[in-house]
């Protein structure tokens, strides 16, 4: 008898436990700028860009590369360096961190494309990172990057400065390059659009 009764309760949780997943995966597909606090996300490892970030406190270890580049590798400082160079000509800068093998980076492209097409006062700039050289060269092509673009030479420092945990993760830096909002996740119009704003 008790067999019987346990029967339908385990199933009556599992549908409560489904149910459950799917109203979060279509409630919780919206990204949204997060604000910097002293807790890391999810109660996890905090990473340098939790915080907030400064580019101005960063030394470039080498030659910062050109404004309009295509396509070289950087490492973070040399990053940090590109956007310093940014923000004292004016610009705030966004930054949007991707890889050849991330279809909803790929989704993304276009909308960015699109917001530094209209917002020329806004510096964009690619960072690949997590990617083989080779692969992320192909991508900037087959993806129709439209800004310039880098490869983090160092695999994955550009994502641990900024706190990225996930791909694709944008980030934006004010002029006096301080990093004030970050989106985990593919943009959409809202999420971009409210990005865009705290540097507008």
Not at 71 to 83: K, M, N, R, T
Not at 89 to 104: I, K, Y
Not at 123 to 136: I, K, M, Q, R, S
């Amino acid at each position: 008898m008790r067999t019987r009764v346990l029967l339908p309760i385990a199933a009556v949780v599992a549908l409560a436990a489904v149910a459950v997943a799917v109203f979060a995966i279509l409630t919780f597909d919206e990204p949204e700028v997060v604000d910097f606090g002293e807790r890391p996300p999810q109660g996890g490892v905090s990473l340098p860009g939790d915080v907030g970030l400064d580019v101005t406190d960063v030394e470039p270890s080498g030659p910062v590369p050109p404004p309009d580049v295509v396509f070289e590798e950087a490492d973070w400082s040399q990053v940090a360096g590109w956007i310093a160079r940014e923000n004292a000509a004016g610009r705030p800068v966004v930054l949007n961190l991707w890889a050849s093998w991330c279809e909803p980076c790929e989704q993304e492209i276009p909308m960015l494309n699109e917001a530094a097409a209209d917002h020329p006062d806004i510096a964009f700039l690619g960072v690949a990172t997590n990617d083989a050289l080779e692969d992320a060269r192909a991508a900037v092509d087959r993806f129709g990057i439209a800004f310039p673009a880098l490869r983090d030479a160092e695999f994955d420092q550009v994502a641990f400065q900024v706190g990225a945990r996930a791909m694709p993760t944008t980030v934006v830096f004010d002029t006096d390059g301080n990093m004030v909002g970050r989106v985990v996740g593919e943009v959409t119009t809202s999420s971009l659009a409210d990005l865009l704003d705290t540097v507008r």
